[in-house]
């Protein structure tokens, strides 16, 4: 069986009906699912999420459900409370709400999943976000999530009679393009872990923030497949308590720009990987790197194979033709499947793939506006945490600190710049030089 062959295969069943089977792809580029109950709905935030990123970065068990019991009543040492006060004892011990009260990193291992299908989602989206911040190599963060060690005696009977879990490599499948871009969250992550405290306050925003960074920005560079640019795509958020008109920039070049791709998002998922499996190699490539490759000819003459495969598959006359849009053939026809899976895949299944985003977004970075729809939305809690990674001990321009968001993929309008200096006034952290006229800067939190 040739490779043209071998794709139809297995993108179809015994009955020559299309499927559209992801399941033999190289690699993962979304944790995203067209059923409806895998899809993670974050009934608990994002700690389920921030519990297998954590048990994963160990290699421990995935997996961890709070009626597993995290304290072992034969571990718990009672012998120093008297018989009648023993079961109440071991009650407190061993109920989760004391354990989640203790704010100790370790604990983050022990932060259960969902109790539901759900779960299956939780532990893909950790597995990416692994793959992004490179914990599994990553010293700092193994070291704060690792250690056991103790400061008080209530912690010391936690840690000496907390059940270990399951040790577990995890496969990982996933790939991150434009990993440069991410370069700050590095730097972040290691300042994040330097200060306790800080650490577990916001270790879950943080997640979810470069979470949903990744997914909005990684949209919008797979869809432009001329675009050879790797740089982030300008997207415009606001404060929450703003007011906004329909003239701002973050209606004009904001979260509009990702609904846009509603349709979009799963059969670029699949043009990628149908290409990258004709391509035969062991790695996989976005087609803007496809397109300008060595074996570009090639590619192309399997993926007109493909094409006219497809099409007597699915009874197609061949009426779509985009032949001289574009100097390259190759992206010619790539336009061409591409307008084929748009018709042909359900947009029902299209629409529940891309719910994925709208979740996430709905739980820390999306306001509904009325008519003018979702816009891109970042709390006081978020700028905050975001503003101290950038500043970290050091003072730095106020002009310049807003460069550094842009850097993580966010953009501000005047008027929002406007109101982030407010609060950096109410919170008493911006200073006016006076020997340098109406320069100011922002001033360390921590």
Request: aromatic share 12%.
């Amino acid at each position: 069986m040739d490779i043209i062959d071998n794709l139809i295969d297995r993108i179809s069943d015994k009955n020559n009906k299309v499927k559209y089977n992801r399941q033999f792809f190289k690699h993962k580029i979304f944790p995203f699912f067209t059923r409806e109950p895998e899809r993670v709905k974050y009934k608990n935030g994002f700690q389920g999420i921030l519990g297998a990123t954590s048990r994963i970065s160990l290699s421990l068990q995935p997996e961890y459900q709070m009626n597993d019991h995290p304290i072992s009543t034969e571990l718990l040492d009672v012998d120093f409370v008297s018989s009648n006060l023993e079961t109440d004892f071991l009650n407190f011990f061993t109920n989760s709400q004391t354990l989640s009260s203790l704010n100790h990193p370790f604990l983050i291992n022990y932060l259960p999943n969902s109790d539901g299908n759900d779960i299956k989602g939780e532990v893909e989206i950790a597995l990416l976000l692994n793959q992004l911040l490179d914990l599994h190599s990553r010293e700092s963060w193994k070291e704060i999530v690792g250690d056991k060690e103790y400061t008080n005696l209530f912690e010391k009977i936690i840690m000496d009679s907390i059940v270990n879990l399951k040790s577990a490599e995890s496969k990982n499948d996933y790939i991150v393009f434009n990993k440069e871009n991410f370069k700050y969250l590095s730097k972040d992550l290691e300042y994040l872990t330097k200060n306790k405290d800080f650490f577990m306050r916001n270790i879950g925003r943080f997640l979810a923030f470069y979470y949903f960074q990744y997914l909005i920005q990684t949209s919008l560079y797979l869809n432009n497949f001329e675009n050879t640019s790797t740089d982030f795509i300008p997207l415009y958020f606001t404060l929450d308590s703003e007011k906004i008109t329909s003239t701002r920039q973050s209606v004009k070049q904001g979260f509009n720009m990702i609904t846009n791709l509603r349709k979009d998002l799963l059969v670029n998922e699949n043009i990628i990987g149908y290409l990258n499996f004709l391509n035969e190699s062991e790695n996989t490539y976005p087609v803007q790197d496809l397109i300008n490759s060595k074996s570009k000819d090639s590619l192309n003459e399997k993926l007109e194979l493909f094409i006219k495969s497809y099409e007597s598959l699915t009874e197609k006359n061949n009426s779509f033709d985009v032949k001289g849009m574009y100097d390259n053939k190759l992206l010619n026809n790539i336009y061409k499947l591409k307008k084929y899976l748009l018709d042909d895949i359900q947009l029902e299944t299209q629409s529940r793939y891309f719910k994925s985003i709208d979740e996430i977004g709905n739980l820390y970075f999306l306001k509904s506006r009325g008519k003018l729809g979702k816009i891109l939305t970042l709390d006081v809690n978020m700028i905050i945490l975001l503003t101290t990674l950038i500043v970290k001990d050091e003072k730095v321009i106020l002009s310049n600190v807003f460069i550094e968001f842009e850097r993580r993929g966010v953009w501000f309008d005047r008027y929002t710049k406007e109101k982030i200096v407010d609060l950096y006034e109410k919170i008493n952290i911006l200073e006016k030089k006076s020997d340098s006229g109406e320069a100011k800067y922002v001033k360390p939190i921590l």
